[in-house]
């Protein structure tokens, strides 16, 4: 009984030597964080939830020695983003506040791919529908132009063309837009090809969304960000 006694106190240090042991081997592959680090290991490195601080702070999960899914990591100068991580780097939803001295917090809110934010929503534009005969729908944005318009130009690959049934094909046109969300002050005829009609909504409200109708054929497209937009649609018909 009192051998047991003795042997208690050193088992425990034995452990608390174990585990500091691992801990010490456990490591964290970014170097702003190697220094010390608790909590789960895998195969020598972090691996799971676990607080890492060396000049930077980081606590969250981890999966191989590097912030992988969601955390929180502060830099030595202040500023924290708390969200989602992919292999060391920003990848996913979060927000990134930045300290400015004698000033109120700058924060930024949204979505970032590769350590780089991509804007406040994962993607900027959503195409709920399209007919079965418009072939393809690209949307583009102009980000050397900050004015908010959206130019749509439609094309049809036999336009021009004799049809037996009914004549010459007629370049494609926007017959009506059913707006869902959004306004816009007034469209203009833009420049047109020989397959195609070219119109512009000026003076979009953002986020916007419509139903583009092309005759029989539609599309329902939203747009979330501002910006000078282009959709290009082209019907196979």
Not at 39 to 58: H, R, T
């Amino acid at each position: 009984m009192n051998l047991d006694k003795k042997l208690f106190p050193l088992l425990i240090l034995i452990s608390i030597t174990l585990r500091l042991s691992a801990q010490e081997t456990c490591k964290v592959l970014v170097p702003e964080l190697s220094g010390k680090y608790e909590g789960d290991c895998k195969k020598g490195k972090a691996s799971g939830n676990g607080k890492a601080e060396g000049v930077d702070l980081y606590d969250g999960e981890f999966k191989e020695g590097l912030p992988d899914g969601k955390g929180v990591y502060q830099w030595k100068n202040g500023n924290t983003y708390n969200g989602f991580w992919l292999k060391g780097k920003k990848q996913g939803s979060g927000s990134m506040t930045y300290k400015r001295a004698g000033k109120k917090d700058s924060i930024v809110t949204g979505f970032w791919q590769k350590d780089v934010y991509a804007g406040l929503y994962e993607k900027p534009f959503i195409i709920y529908s399209r007919s079965s005969q418009i072939a393809k729908i690209s949307i583009n944005k102009n980000n050397k132009d900050n004015t908010n318009n959206i130019i749509i130009e439609v094309q049809n690959t036999t336009a021009g063309t004799a049809s037996v049934s009914s004549g010459v094909q007629s370049k494609p046109q926007i017959t009506d837009i059913l707006l869902r969300r959004g306004n816009f002050l007034q469209i203009n005829q833009g420049l047109a090809g020989p397959k195609s009609t070219v119109q512009q909504l000026n003076k979009v409200d953002f986020p916007f969304r419509a139903v583009f109708r092309f005759g029989s054929q539609e599309a329902d497209i939203e747009i979330l960000e501002p910006g000078n937009w282009k959709i290009f649609v082209n019907l196979n018909n």
